[in-house]
């Protein structure tokens, strides 16, 4: 390619120069039977002998700074159509990584299954934002049959049932997941391991002790009176539960204990109910009573209701817990746009929101990107924005399912309005109609 315009030139001088030397001569040049070149040979050789070679040495010349103007514009061209995205590797790295998790189904109790043993874990591989969504989603079910096993476990401990075979959602015994959420647990008992370093408690700052005993009593056997060794009140704290983009492990179980507290998402909703009257013989009696069938209607409404909330709230948890394998998409340094901590990089983990906030923020954040977009060529710059919009078409979608759990809150703040006012309603015309079928069937 870098010799076609010389030689169109170098064709069209010949054709000058082998007139001139025509002119001056008293016979052409004589032809042979070569091939074209060889007669263009024969020609210029005959028309420099006319000549001189001063003009062979321009038309040298000539040639060279043809093919160097050539080779000077090829090069600029392939420069300005060429040009490297600055960070494109990282770009692409948190653009297109993904996130290995593994989802363990839930324990069901069932007679069916034969045995209540943990299931196997299935490994999956999607998305940041959407194993964050699948892991809310997980505890958000976990959650809703746990509370509906609250009524069972009273039922069954009432009856005398064997306990130890009652498992939680996630497969551990469902007598520690009761007692960790008695209100006693969930108010004013210490930490049960001084040597859980990240275990903060639940002893908030309106906790009640004494700074010194009496003689006659022991720190040993009252421990619950004296000042406790940690006072935590991120738990409740809503700053605390959203500002990180990626919690440690302290910040885990506070995000954990706040669901507790803000949404009563362990509520044992069995209440004061004392089933030990009932008999093989009256429970099917007791259920197809209509108190019983709409205490229990009432139960799962509320409970589905809740979920809403709830699984709007595990998804925010959710984005903000570390997943191993991500830090190179969340910047792969402490620091920068991702915001990674040191122990976070040495864990090579980080959140789905560190690795949405490095898409967003490491070119807005890096002056070299500034300089490298005032020295891109225009081809560059079009191909970089391309990318740019492939992210923000990616961001609109994140949004629009955003907006959509945000639909979802408000709609479950409307459908719990909406209960109530239909409850309330409804036993009043319910009393009203009653009195009228009595009065008319007198």
């Given at each position: 390619m870098k010799n076609v315009f010389p030689i169109l030139s170098m064709t069209a001088l010949f054709s000058v120069i082998s007139s001139a030397a025509m002119a001056q001569t008293?016979?052409?040049?004589?032809?042979?039977?070569?091939?074209?070149?060889?007669?263009?040979?024969?020609?210029?050789?005959?028309?420099?002998?006319?000549?001189?070679?001063?003009?062979?040495?321009?038309?040298?010349?000539?040639?060279?700074?043809?093919?160097?103007?050539?080779n000077t514009g090829m090069t600029w061209v392939i420069h300005e159509n060429y040009q490297n995205i600055p960070n494109l590797n990282s770009t692409t790295d948190a653009n297109t990584t993904s996130a290995n998790i593994k989802i363990t189904p839930l324990v069901l109790p069932s007679s069916e299954q034969g045995n209540t043993s943990t299931p196997q874990a299935k490994p999956i591989r999607t998305t940041p934002m959407q194993a964050a969504a699948l892991n809310a989603q997980q505890e958000t079910a976990a959650n809703l049959q746990n509370s509906l096993m609250h009524i069972y476990y009273r039922f069954a401990g009432q009856q005398?049932?064997?306990?130890?075979?009652?498992?939680?959602?996630?497969?551990?015994?469902?007598?520690?997941?009761?007692?960790?959420?008695?209100?006693?647990?969930?108010?004013?008992?210490?930490?049960?391991?001084?040597?859980?370093?990240?275990?903060?408690?639940?002893?908030?700052?309106?906790?009640?002790?004494?700074?010194?005993?009496?003689?006659?009593?022991?720190?040993?056997?009252?421990?619950?009176?004296?000042?406790?060794?940690?006072?935590?009140?991120?738990?409740?704290?809503?700053?605390?539960?959203?500002?990180?983009?990626?919690?440690?492990?302290?910040?885990?179980?506070?995000?954990?204990?706040?669901?507790?507290?803000?949404?009563?998402?362990?509520?044992?909703?069995?209440?004061?109910?004392?089933?030990?009257?009932?008999?093989?013989?009256?429970?099917?009696?007791?259920?197809?009573?209509?108190?019983?069938?709409?205490?229990m209607f009432t139960i799962r409404s509320l409970l589905a209701i809740r979920s809403i909330n709830i699984n709007a709230l595990n998804q925010l948890k959710a984005e903000r817990t570390p997943i191993p394998d991500l830090f190179e998409a969340a910047g792969g340094k402490v620091g920068g746009a991702g915001n990674l901590t040191q122990?976070?990089?040495?864990?090579?983990?980080?959140?789905?929101?560190?690795?949405?906030?490095?898409?967003?923020?490491?070119?807005?954040?890096?002056?070299?990107?500034?300089?490298?977009?005032?020295?891109?060529?225009?081809?560059?710059?079009?191909?970089?924005?391309?990318?740019?919009?492939?992210?923000?078409?990616h961001q609109n979608y994140e949004a629009h399912i955003d907006r959509e759990r945000?639909?979802?809150?408000?709609?479950?703040?409307?459908?719990?309005?909406n209960l109530q006012v239909m409850n309330t309603t409804l036993t009043l015309q319910e009393s009203q109609l009653q009195k009228t079928i009595n009065d008319d069937t007198k």
């Open positions: 008293s016979q052409p040049p004589q032809p042979t039977q070569s091939s074209q070149a060889g007669v263009e040979q024969n020609t210029l050789a005959s028309a420099f002998g006319a000549l001189g070679g001063d003009i062979f040495n321009s038309i040298i010349g000539l040639e060279k700074y043809i093919g160097d103007v050539y005398k049932e064997t306990l130890t075979d009652i498992k939680t959602a996630e497969g551990t015994d469902f007598k520690t997941y009761d007692q960790d959420n008695t209100l006693g647990a969930l108010t004013s008992n210490p930490i049960t391991s001084s040597n859980d370093t990240n275990d903060p408690g639940t002893n908030a700052s309106d906790t009640l002790y004494f700074k010194k005993l009496p003689s006659s009593m022991t720190s040993d056997s009252t421990p619950s009176v004296l000042i406790p060794k940690k006072i935590n009140n991120s738990f409740l704290d809503f700053a605390s539960f959203i500002t990180p983009t990626a919690y440690t492990p302290t910040q885990q179980i506070n995000a954990a204990n706040f669901l507790k507290y803000a949404a009563q998402s362990t509520q044992n909703l069995a209440g004061d109910l004392n089933f030990t009257k009932i008999t093989p013989q009256t429970l099917g009696t007791i259920k197809n009573e209509p108190t019983y069938q709409a205490y122990a976070e990089v040495s864990a090579k983990e980080a959140s789905p929101l560190q690795v949405e906030a490095y898409q967003a923020n490491h070119r807005f954040d890096n002056p070299q990107w500034y300089q490298s977009v005032e020295n891109a060529s225009p081809a560059t710059v079009q191909r970089e924005t391309l990318i740019v919009l492939a992210e923000i078409e945000l639909l979802a809150a408000t709609t479950a703040q409307n459908l719990l309005t």
